[in-house]
T-cell receptor, first 114, second 113 residues
Framework: DTEVTQTPKHLVMGMTNKKSLKCEQHMGHRAMYWYKQKAKKPPELMFVYSYEKLSINESVPSRFSPECPNSSLLNLHLHALQPEDSALYLC?????????????FGQGTRLTVV | DQQVKQNSPSLSVQEGRISILNCDYTNSMFDYFLWYKKYPAEGPTFLISISSIKDKNEDGRFTVFLNKSAKHLSLHIVPSQPGDSAVYFCAASAGNYGQNFVFGPGTRLSVLP
């Protein structure tokens, strides 16, 4: 199984809503990532979890709250988002963060904030 | 300031010919480089990588070349196929604790039949 699975595929939410994005991998990877990608731009790193601990937070606003309940799951909790937060949110995983390995990406969640 | 640059936003190549996608980086701490391919509405798919201790890595039709002194890498696709049409991202990381993949802006490759 070399898949990173993200749910939902599409999400429309209002600015007062609370929602969560979910990501799952069963490759035994101990590093998991959230990226944000706006149209015609490269993916931008938001968070890195290493061994279920948050190791990088790229100055992301607190309306985005990551959570890593176990080594296979990664959530991104959303609250009070703005329309400019509309983007493709990508989850990725890699074997480790202390050695060079490739990251595998999920299909993404297309988020629209109205 | 972009740490990873792909100066060609787009590239068109005839089927069967070689596609060469270029990437430049500025951060000398980068020691691992990757190429990803992305179709619309999908996540990036890993293609090939190279460590800074090598200058070439080959996998089937894909070859990546690294010139550390020039801080330049390139992806060669031979022969190019219409299914290769996608956006190609170059990515780099410093390989330290807390691996952070930094992506270039991407090059859209169109392989014409």
């Amino acid at each position: 199984d070399t898949e990173v699975t993200q749910t939902p595929k599409h999400l429309v939410m209002g600015m007062t809503n609370k929602k969560s994005l979910k990501c799952e991998q069963h490759m035994g990877h101990r590093a998991m990532y959230w990226y944000k990608q706006k149209a015609k731009k490269p993916p931008e790193l938001m968070f890195v979890y290493s061994y279920e601990k948050l190791s990088i937070n790229e100055s992301v606003p607190s309306r985005f709250s990551p959570e890593c309940p176990n080594s296979s799951l990664l959530n991104l909790h959303l609250h009070a988002l703005q329309p400019e937060d509309s983007a493709l949110y990508l989850c990725a995983s890699s074997q480790r963060t202390i050695m060079n390995t490739e990251a595998f990406f999920g299909q993404g969640t297309r988020l629209t904030v109205v | 300031d972009q740490q990873v640059k792909q100066n060609s936003p787009s590239l068109s190549v005839q089927e069967g010919r070689i596609s060469i996608l270029n990437c430049d980086y500025t951060n000398s701490m980068f020691d691992y480089f990757l190429w990803y391919k992305k179709y619309p509405a999908e996540g990036p798919t890993f293609l090939i990588s190279i460590s800074s201790i090598k200058d070439k890595n080959e996998d089937g039709r894909f070859t990546v070349f690294l010139n550390k002194s020039a801080k330049h890498l390139s992806l060669h696709i031979v022969p190019s196929q219409p299914g290769d049409s996608a956006v190609y991202f170059c990515a780099a990381s410093a390989g330290n604790y807390g691996q952070n993949f930094v992506f270039g802006p991407g090059t859209r490759l169109s392989v014409l039949p």
